[in-house]
């Protein structure tokens, strides 16, 4: 009976077996299907991971049937439908002959071919967004280094850096905010925040050059407000209306910071280089403490934010913020050397996001975010690893408090099992 568990559980499920064909012809969802799909898209992904516009993506596919002419839009569309499908409870996004949650958007996302057969063309923004899209649909799966897709992910950032740099040097200062540059920043940022992201939890931020860090961030302004029959209007938030890409733009600037002390610690060594580890902390911590508190209002933690948007973008600053911070102290919770001051921070961290991932799922607005996995898995760690500690130095007052703690990650990452893991 073990032997066959073992066996049933390491073979690979007909929906992961990769047989996309550069001739067939793609098969898209239903007209009723493709609307829901991309209308939940633009609702629960768009505003955590600002890679289109969404009236003009929309446009394209309901209007001019973009689609059907041109391929690697078709494949754009495939891989929106692959992560939107995630989200879905309608039985046809399901595998055929399968009723596993797991294989949800495999029956897009098997269509698409990645590897080309010829690269004497350009990489196109829709090949582009399509890695994108592939990120964020594999993230939960694949992680490694040199892994697909990651293995694209740096030459689609140095492309989308060059483009959107040549975009910017060509224009003047009238048509620098065009469309065609803005959806380049966009999905130059997405895919950098996908490699940063993986780069701090797991300790091995890779090197981004200057030019690529001082990249400007996508304007702090929403879709519906892209175009006027004003020219001077153009791009313009109303001043009286937070914008969703706030958000974006705050998570950016945490992301980038993270990468620059990086890179000041490897690249300028000679002018760190005398700084202890207690110290660099401590450097650290004074920039997370002074970024939590530049947080605009409307993005600050509220339990009861009645906007579903800006709920769930404060819950991925919260996210990332505890991230950040676990990760700064780990550097001292080494064999040996156990840093006690360091693993009690990380553990009040751990308590805090737990209590924002409980206080989530009260909501009657809560879906599953398949990026929260790896944290709540790393706070289920910390939390046992403390409760360790506390039971060596026999200094347990509430033991079954803090047990009950551990049980809560893997409450919480059961959600996640039947449809993400």
């Known amino acids: 009976m073990f032997f066959s568990e073992i066996q049933l559980y390491l073979s690979i499920p007909l929906f ?10 793609f098969i898209f969802p239903e007209e009723d299907l493709l609307r829901d799909l991309v209308s939940l898209y633009f609702s629960r992904l768009h505003y955590l991971y600002p ?56 029956k897009y996302f098997k269509q698409i071919q990645f590897l080309r057969l010829t690269y004497l063309q350009p990489m196109t923004l829709f090949e582009i967004q399509l890695y994108a899209l592939s990120l964020l649909f594999m993230f939960p799966a694949s992680n490694g280094e040199g892994s697909w897709p990651w293995d694209m992910c740096r030459p689609c950032i140095q492309l989308a850096q060059e483009v959107v740099s040549n975009i910017q040097r060509q224009s003047n200062e009238m048509h620098r905010d065009d469309v065609e540059c803005e959806l380049w920043r966009r999905a130059y940022w997405v895919l950098t925040v996908f490699d940063l992201s993986r780069g701090i939890f797991t300790g091995r931020i890779r090197e981004m050059t200057p030019e690529q860090l001082d990249l400007e961030f996508p304007m702090d302004c929403d879709d519906e407000y892209w175009f006027n029959d004003n020219p001077e209007l153009r791009f313009i938030q109303p001043p009286d209306k937070p914008s969703y890409l706030s958000y974006w733009r705050h998570l950016l600037t945490l992301l ?21 580890p ?28 009645p906007d579903t948007i800006f709920f769930h973008q404060s819950l991925m600053l919260q996210y990332t913020h505890s991230r950040i911070l676990i990760q700064n102290h780990k550097a001292l919770l080494r064999p040996g050397h156990m840093n006690f001051s360091s693993l009690s921070m990380c553990a009040s961290a751990a308590r805090s996001y737990l209590h924002i991932i409980e206080v989530q799922h009260q909501r009657s607005d809560c879906f599953l975010l398949p990026n929260l996995i790896h944290q709540v898995f790393m706070c289920g760690v910390i939390l046992l690893i403390n409760l360790w500690k506390r039971t060596w130095m026999n200094s347990m007052p509430d033991q079954p408090k803090e047990t009950a703690e551990v049980y809560t990650c893997l409450q919480y990452l059961s959600l996640y099992e039947r449809r993400f893991v």
């Open 256 to 276: 980038v910071a993270s990468a620059r002390a990086r890179r000041k610690v490897s690249v300028e060594g000679t002018q760190l280089y005398n700084l202890t």
């Open 16 to 25: 992961l077996q990769w047989t996309a064909d550069e001739e067939s012809s």
């Open 278 to 305: 207690e110290q660099m902390l401590q450097r650290r911590t004074t920039f997370l403490n002074h970024w939590i508190a530049t947080v605009p209002s409307h993005l600050q933690w509220d339990p009861h934010n």
């Open 51 to 106: 890679l289109f516009h969404q009236p003009t993506f929309e446009i394209h596919v309901f209007q001019e049937k973009l689609h059907l002419r041109n391929r690697m839009f078709g494949a754009t569309l495939l891989a929106v439908c692959a992560n939107a499908s995630r989200h879905s409870n309608d039985p046809r996004n399901l595998f055929e002959n399968t009723q596993s949650e797991h294989s949800l958007g495999w």
